[in-house]
């Protein structure tokens, strides 16, 4: 019988956590990131924006 108490309350409260709709304009709460190909090799630059490696542009000093 405590089970099936503990069970249901368990069960109540997920039901309840469980948002029922989105608010207006959701989708802009996410933000859109520059499009990298997945085959491309990436990196973030100082400012968190994803781009395209350049390998060119590598510096290796004391070689």
């Not at 069960?11 to 859109?32: M, S």
């Not at 491309?40 to 060119?56: E, H, L, R």
């Amino acid at each position: 019988m405590q089970f099936t108490l503990i069970t249901f309350a368990a069960l109540l409260a997920v039901a309840f956590a469980v948002p029922t709709a989105y608010p207006a304009g959701a989708e802009d709460i996410v933000a859109r990131a520059p499009q990298v190909a997945a085959e491309t090799a990436a990196m973030t630059d100082a400012n968190g924006n994803v781009v395209a490696f350049d390998p060119a542009g590598v510096v290796v000093s004391g070689v």
